[in-house]
């Protein structure tokens, strides 16, 4: 059960980070608020991407 979670976070933080860039390239879907934060944010999420892909590979 615990690869499935894993994998799921992966997935839902990888769909951050992909909104995240497009609104600082183009401002959809947030209005560009702040590219900061969006930046700072989809580092993040690519950051709990690689370490939830690494935890997954930990449960083969």
Same mark, same amino acid.
């Given at each position: 059960m615990e690869k499935p979670i894993c994998l799921a976070t992966a997935i839902i933080a990888g769909l951050l980070a992909l909104f995240l860039v497009a609104d600082a390239a183009i401002?959809?879907?947030?209005?560009? %608020?702040? /590219? @900061?934060v969006?930046? @700072?944010?989809? @580092?993040?999420?690519? /950051?709990?991407?690689?370490?939830? @892909? %690494?935890t997954a590979k930990e449960f083969r």
């Open positions: 401002g959809f879907p947030f209005g560009k %608020a702040s /590219i @900061l969006d930046i @700072l944010v989809a @580092l993040g999420a690519v /950051i709990i991407v690689w370490q939830s @892909l %690494a």
